[in-house]
């Protein structure tokens, strides 16, 4: 190890983020190797070290014998100042090179609020920021992730964004980066081949057109033979994909540490604020054979002591509860145990969780996002109030003491009545705790947690104004002064950071300007409270002469061309439109996985084709 | 012979800053991936029985970190220490094991004292008046963390001997370690004017008796 790493690392917190050297880590050879990618987490190791993706894409590029792939995480303050100090650039984990070294970096984007934390780690790996200034010995920039469906407002950093699902893509990319390596073929070709790969799409190659009011007006390609749009990568059969058979055990404690298998992709529930359940679709799922064997692999290989089924909605896969039956029955005797990451809200779901949770430690989480019938039919949540008390009286009977409910303020058409609902859902739902825990030491507890609910894109919603700061401020002073109850606790995320999650959700690329100011303000890791500062964002907008409330709280009219708009999902703008008139409607639409093809355009679909 | 196998094993660069509990999850692991006969606990939360000995102190290495492994049958104590080898991350490696006699006394409590050896990493000036100062002390008090808040300790009684290298680039240090007595190493860097990044420390011995030879825990098993 470096001697300037080794005097630092007693000096910052959580040293071991840094030292790599995890079991099942790959160190291919450096030298030998032709092509070099480091996967680049805008976030701390402890949050990075949980992302599906990664694991999946990891043993892909080292799965090809022309590539070595590694991983770099953004260190905590702490380590970036004594790194700046040593003068240390940013290094990848596995053979501790400078990301500099690096033929490829590809970032995930996995939420808005991460973009500063990209542009952070360009900076601390001495790699210039912007796409147009980096030169031909410079990494090539790649990003994926739900948020590169709605990148604009990032685009200048970026060389190339990778749509939908990565699995096959990605070894494309690879074999002509190889190519281009051994044959020296200049970055501008390369990102030419690059650009015509489905789902590939090269922002340099294009501007953007806007008219006399600013407004944006699309985008005009550079160059010929372009796509006008850019389809998003679909892996049509997954248990015919790519999936590891082992997984990196980091040596400390990091958020969400077990063996993960995902028992499908994508998600049909129609919630009409929800842009994953848009954007995954159509839903896949793996079998149950192939599943176990993979957990069996996993657990062999990582000695790991739980279990978790990941996906949007694990409830709503078919075989669910004979996979959680045959997995119980294999795995508790080896103190393994099985975990759920959400649960729809029903008895149903109360019972596999009673099933696998054998000790009730923690409490148990509900997402009935809206507090009225009427608001949850206008966002299509489709829970009625009795399958919410069920669930909440199931979970009190079988023995948990706390029930967590997730809610949304901001909806569209909400109005006081709707934050009325979400109090009395509370107070029934500790009167119901009341029933089952009158005699027991502990008392029932109801925990509230209530976000501000930002418009995305590729959702019926995407056209709407968000809420202003100060209305959702008066909504949570509301929520708070009404939730003010012994036995119910009222958690509320922080308005200043969904507003700038609301402008970066449906920016366009003017915002870049902004997001390298902010950076250069101090601004980083601005999904953490500790770190947001909203006072250095005003800063930044002002600086660069944007109006956050032209992105965040304006209503789009049907026929604005939207930032978006080449970027597809495979939903088509007619069905989202559909979908926002019949919220307004108060009409609700049913899974079509259970009813017929609800008609929202996609290219491959299994439901519809069905008939 | 019992059921149970005592192994000491090596803590090496890249496990430094590894918490105790990261440690024995670590372990966890490997032990489930080894497919050992372990015994578990009762009880809903079931964790496979293996206790450390005094846990060693986060940004040290170690040649001298010792475990009790208690196994639901008899199992060779080699065969134990290559199947977890085979299994453990690179930071750890066992370098030795013994099968246990039937009831044998548990390891944390028969812990003594340990030796260790501090590397320097610069230039430090005066060392040698420094130790003798401090040896010449009757009491040093540093303030010690605890739950209940911080209190004053006297360490001189735990410091049993210091002394530097003649090229003068390494101390070594025997002093208490144990519940009768416990000596952080990092301890004795600020009353001899050292930052805990200067140095590099590493745990080389533990013992369970002193007096009149120093027994390792897996000495006392031959004898």
């Known amino acids: 190890m470096d001697k300037k790493l080794l005097q630092i690392l007693p000096q910052v917190s959580s040293p071991a983020r840094y030292?790599?050297?995890?079991?099942?880590?790959?160190?291919?050879?450096?030298?030998?190797?032709?092509?070099?990618?480091?996967?680049?987490?805008?976030?701390?190791?402890?949050?990075?070290?949980?992302?599906?993706?990664?694991?999946?894409?990891?043993?892909?590029?080292?799965?090809?014998?022309?590539?070595?792939?590694?991983?770099?995480?953004?260190?905590?303050?702490?380590?970036?100042?004594?790194?700046?100090?040593?003068?240390?650039?940013?290094?990848?984990?596995?053979?501790?090179?400078?990301?500099?070294?690096?033929?490829?970096?590809?970032?995930?984007?996995?939420?808005?609020?991460?973009?500063?934390?990209?542009?952070?780690?360009?900076?601390?790996a001495d790699i210039p920021r912007f796409s147009a200034e980096r030169k031909e010995t410079d990494p090539l920039i790649i990003a994926?992730?739900?948020?590169?469906?709605?990148?604009?407002?990032?685009?200048d950093f970026l060389d190339c964004v990778v749509l939908g699902d990565g699995e096959e893509v990605l070894k494309q990319i690879l074999e002509l980066a190889v190519a281009a390596k051994e044959q020296n073929i200049a970055k501008e070709e390369l990102l030419r081949q690059l650009a015509k790969l489905e789902g590939v799409y090269v922002p340099r190659f294009y501007r953007a057109v806007y008219n006399d009011n600013g407004?944006?007006?699309?985008?005009?390609?550079?160059?010929?033979?372009?796509?006008?749009?850019?389809?998003?990568?679909?892996?049509?059969?997954?248990?015919?994909?790519?999936?590891?058979?082992?997984?990196?055990?980091?040596?400390?404690?990091?958020?969400?540490?077990?063996?993960?298998?995902?028992?499908?992709?994508?998600?049909?529930?129609?919630?009409r604020f929800c842009q994953a359940g848009m954007i995954y679709r159509p839903v896949r799922e793996r079998s149950v054979e192939v599943l176990k064997k993979q957990v069996a692999q996993l657990i062999k290989n990582t000695g790991y002591e739980e279990?978790?089924?990941?996906?949007?909605?694990?409830?709503?896969?078919?075989?669910?509860?004979?996979?959680?039956?045959?997995?119980?029955?294999?795995?508790?005797?080896?103190?393994?145990?099985?975990?759920?990451?959400?649960?729809?809200?029903?008895?149903?779901?109360?019972?596999?969780?009673?099933?696998?949770?054998?000790?009730?430690?923690?409490?148990?989480?509900?997402?009935?996002?809206?507090?009225?019938?009427?608001?949850?039919?206008?966002?299509?949540?489709?829970?009625t109030e009795a399958d919410l008390y069920d669930a909440v009286e199931s979970a009190f009977q079988a023995g948990w003491h706390q029930v967590k409910l997730y809610f949304m303020i901001g909806l569209p058409t909400e109005e006081f009545a709707d934050l009325d609902g979400i109090v009395s859902i509370a107070k029934n739902a500790l009167e119901i705790g009341w029933k089952y825990h009158q005699k027991g030491r502990r008392k029932p507890t109801v925990v509230v947690s209530v976000s501000s609910f930002v418009p995305k894109s590729h959702t019926p919603f995407q056209w709407e104004a968000m809420d202003s700061i100060e209305v959702l401020l008066e909504?949570?002073?509301?929520?708070?002064?009404?939730?003010?109850?012994?036995?119910?606790?009222?958690?509320?995320?922080?308005?200043?950071?969904?507003?700038?999650?609301?402008?970066?959700?449906?920016g366009d690329r003017r915002l870049a300007a902004t997001i390298a100011r902010a950076v250069d303000l101090g601004c980083q890791f601005d999904s953490w409270h500790e770190c947001f500062d909203f006072k250095l964002w005003e800063q930044a907008l002002q600086d660069t002469n944007i109006d956050g409330n032209y992105f965040a709280n304006r209503q789009r009219a049907k026929d604005e061309i939207l930032p978006w708009d080449h970027l597809k999902c495979g939903v088509s703008k007619g069905y989202l439109w559909r979908e926002r008139e019949k919220a307004f409607k108060e009409e609700t639409t049913p899974d079509c996985r259970f009813t017929n093809c609800t008609g929202c355009g996609l290219p491959k679909c299994n439901i519809r084709d069905r008939g | 012979m019992g059921k149970s196998i005592r192994v000491r094993f090596q803590v090496k660069e890249t496990c430094r800053f590894i918490s105790h509990l990261?440690?024995?999850?670590?372990?966890?692991?490997?032990?489930?991936?080894?497919?050992?006969?372990?015994?578990?606990?009762?009880?809903?939360?079931?964790?496979?029985?293996?206790?450390?000995?005094?846990?060693?102190?986060?940004g040290v290495t170690s040649d001298a970190e010792y475990a009790d492994f208690h196994l639901t049958e008899y199992l060779e104590a080699?065969?134990?220490?290559?199947?977890?080898?085979?299994?453990?991350?690179?930071?750890?490696?066992?370098?030795?094991?013994?099968?246990?006699?039937?009831?044998?006394e548990a390891l944390m409590t028969i812990i003594q004292a340990a030796a260790y050896r501090i590397k320097l990493l610069e230039q430090a000036s005066e060392l040698p008046d420094?130790?003798?100062?401090?040896?010449?002390?009757?009491?040093?008090?540093?303030?010690?963390?605890?739950?209940?808040?911080?209190?004053?300790?006297?360490?001189?009684?735990?410091?049993?001997?210091?002394?530097?290298?003649?090229?003068?680039?390494?101390?070594?240090?025997?002093?208490?370690?144990?519940?009768?007595?416990?000596?952080?190493?990092?301890?004795?860097?600020?009353?001899?004017?050292?930052?805990?990044?200067?140095?590099?420390?590493?745990?080389?011995?533990?013992?369970?008796?002193?007096?009149?030879?120093?027994?390792?825990?897996?000495?006392?098993?031959?004898?």
């Open chain 1, 19 to 124: 030292t790599n050297g995890e079991l099942n880590a790959i160190h291919k050879d450096w030298d030998t190797t032709t092509l070099k990618m480091c996967l680049a987490f805008p976030d701390i190791y402890d949050i990075g070290m949980a992302n599906l993706g990664f694991k999946i894409l990891y043993h892909i590029i080292n799965q090809q014998q022309a590539c070595l792939g590694e991983r770099a995480y953004l260190p905590w303050i702490d380590m970036q100042e004594q790194m700046i100090k040593a003068g240390l650039p940013l290094t990848a984990l596995e053979s501790g090179k400078p990301l500099s070294e690096f033929d490829i970096i590809g970032f995930t984007l996995q939420h808005e609020t991460s973009y500063t934390n990209v542009v952070k780690m360009l900076d601390l």
């Open chain 1, 144 to 155: 994926g992730g739900p948020c590169s469906f709605n990148c604009e407002p990032i685009v």
């Open chain 1, 215 to 271: 407004d944006y007006m699309g985008l005009e390609p550079l160059k010929q033979d372009l796509p006008l749009e850019i389809n998003k990568n679909l892996v049509e059969n997954l248990d015919q994909a790519f999936y590891p058979d082992t997984a990196i055990v980091p040596y400390t404690k990091v958020v969400f540490e077990r063996a993960v298998v995902e028992v499908m992709r994508g998600c049909t529930r129609g919630c």
């Open chain 1, 307 to 383: 279990i978790s089924l990941s996906s949007l909605s694990t409830g709503d896969y078919s075989c669910i509860q004979q996979l959680i039956s045959e997995l119980v029955q294999e795995y508790e005797g080896q103190g393994v145990s099985v975990a759920l990451p959400s649960l729809r809200v029903d008895s149903f779901s109360v019972k596999l969780a009673e099933q696998i949770q054998k000790v009730r430690k923690s409490g148990i989480t509900f997402a009935p996002e809206a507090g009225t019938q009427r608001l949850r039919d206008v966002i299509n949540k489709n829970v």
């Open chain 1, 475 to 506: 909504k949570q002073a509301y929520l708070r002064k009404h939730l003010s109850h012994p036995g119910i606790s009222f958690q509320y995320h922080n308005v200043h950071i969904s507003y700038l999650e609301a402008i970066l959700a449906r």
């Open chain 2, 22 to 58: 990261d440690k024995v999850r670590s372990f966890e692991r490997a032990i489930r991936r080894a497919q050992l006969p372990i015994a578990y606990s009762q009880g809903f939360n079931r964790r496979p029985r293996f206790a450390f000995a005094q846990a060693l102190p986060v």
């Open chain 2, 78 to 104: 080699e065969r134990l220490k290559i199947a977890l080898n085979q299994v453990l991350p690179s930071g750890f490696y066992v370098l030795e094991a013994v099968n246990l006699p039937a009831r044998a």
């Open chain 2, 130 to 223: 420094k130790i003798g100062n401090l040896l010449a002390q009757k009491s040093i008090y540093i303030d010690k963390h605890t739950k209940k808040g911080s209190k004053q300790v006297n360490i001189r009684p735990w410091i049993y001997q210091l002394e530097l290298n003649e090229d003068g680039t390494e101390l070594s240090l025997v002093c208490a370690c144990g519940s009768q007595g416990n000596l952080r190493p990092m301890d004795i860097l600020e009353p001899l004017g050292l930052k805990l990044e200067e140095v590099l420390i590493h745990r080389e011995a533990l013992w369970i008796e002193m007096d009149p030879v120093r027994r390792t825990p897996i000495d006392i098993v031959g004898g």
